[in-house]
């Protein structure tokens, strides 16, 4: 596992989301647009070049996303500037960072009118050191609202020996049970666990992954 170092991971994803054009959804984002009430806003923590978010306001909901890559960001926001979409809005931060991340969420309440809003995250938590992951968790947990839903789709313990197609950058590989125990810690009510293969291939690789969907007591 890569030693974790802030600063490098964000000029690695700055200078990866400079030459990565994909914006095919992911597959866990098509998987849980059923499960969305429409007129939700979402706000998507960690949102890279925005496939999903992009994806999401295709479908009629207001998006909200953060992520650390301002090089990400800019692209996000050139590609919704292009297609003319006006409910998908970027901002750069830091997910690990509670200001950012209670400054996020207050600006989801605002877009959302009162409707409900639903969070969502992506190939993030195991790209970021467990003490981060605790400051995310308790971050999350301040400025959620009972009922809420949460999310998440990570690499597993499982994954640690496969080959990526992606490599030098940070990853840590997830002990599921123990995520989904921190939540519980923190205010979370586990409502869906899975983990497994063909959930997340990509060309040549198909990853461990897991699943979880939270809702916040």
């Given at each position: 596992m890569a030693e974790k170092n802030v600063a490098f991971n964000?000029?690695?994803?700055?200078?990866?989301?400079?030459?990565f054009q994909r914006h095919t959804p992911s597959q866990f984002c098509v998987s849980i647009v059923t499960e969305i009430d429409e007129g939700a806003t979402i706000v998507e923590l960690g949102s890279g070049n925005g496939r999903d978010s992009h994806y999401l306001a295709s479908q009629g909901y207001i998006t909200v996303a953060l992520d650390l890559s301002h090089e990400a960001i800019k692209r996000c926001?050139?590609?919704?500037?292009?297609y003319d979409v006006l409910h998908s809005h970027f901002y750069q931060g830091?997910?690990?960072?509670?200001?950012?991340?209670?400054?996020?969420?207050?600006?989801?309440?605002e877009k959302s009118a009162g409707q409900r809003v639903v969070f969502y995250s992506r190939f993030v938590m195991h790209s970021i050191d467990q003490e981060q992951e605790s400051s995310f968790m308790t971050a999350l947990s301040d400025s959620m609202s009972t009922g809420e839903m949460i999310y998440f789709e990570f690499r597993s313990k499982?994954?640690?020996?496969?080959?990526?197609?992606?490599?030098?950058?940070?990853?840590?590989?997830?002990?599921t049970a123990k995520f989904t125990r921190a939540l519980e810690s923190r205010?979370?009510?586990?409502?869906?666990?899975?983990?497994?293969?063909?959930?997340?291939?990509?060309?040549?690789?198909?990853?461990?992954?897991?699943?979880?969907?939270?809702?916040?007591?």
């Open positions: 964000e000029d690695y994803w700055n200078a990866f989301y400079q030459k926001k050139e590609h919704a500037e292009k830091d997910i690990t960072n509670a200001d950012d991340i209670a400054a996020l969420v207050e600006k989801a309440r499982e994954d640690e020996t496969l080959e990526k197609h992606y490599g030098g950058h940070y990853r840590r590989y997830i002990d205010g979370f009510l586990t409502r869906y666990s899975i983990t497994g293969q063909g959930m997340a291939k990509f060309k040549d690789e198909d990853p461990f992954v897991s699943r979880v969907i939270a809702s916040k007591k």
